[in-house]
């Protein structure tokens, strides 16, 4: 059973930095290209940055050269690392696995405000 979760949202003041977490199982997460996706209130789900083998990675356009995306292939980890947060980053952070028909973590939430 494939397994997403989610980990190190919270509340942080612009301009601050936060590192999420997405620990996988279940599949094989080397195998994959792992992404994470956004959702802000009210709108549709954004991409944020996606990740093949260790070092491929592409970012959308709204956090790139602020945010990192990275993944530990021995301990089935994939890791954002946020900084220069901007109150427009305030969103439901979700990783996903396009194993089989796809799957989604349960997200976690990030708040950016003072």
């Known amino acids: 059973q494939v397994q997403l979760v989610e980990s190190g949202g919270g509340l942080v003041q612009p301009g601050g930095s936060l590192r999420l977490s997405c620990a996988a199982s279940?599949?094989?997460?080397?195998?994959?290209?792992m992404s994470w996706f956004r959702q802000a209130p009210g709108k549709e789900h954004e991409f944020v940055a996606q990740?093949?083998?260790?070092?491929?990675?592409t970012y959308g356009d709204a956090v790139k050269g602020r945010f990192t995306i990275s993944r530990d292939n021995a301990k089935n980890m994939l890791y954002l690392q946020m900084s220069s947060l901007k109150p427009e980053d305030t969103a439901v952070y979700y990783c996903?696995?396009?194993?089989?028909?796809?799957?989604w973590g349960q997200g976690t939430q990030v708040t950016v405000s003072s």
């Open positions: 996903y696995a396009p194993y089989g028909n796809g799957h």
């Open positions: 279940g599949f094989s997460f080397k195998s994959y290209l």
């Open positions: 990740i093949w083998l260790e070092t491929s990675t």
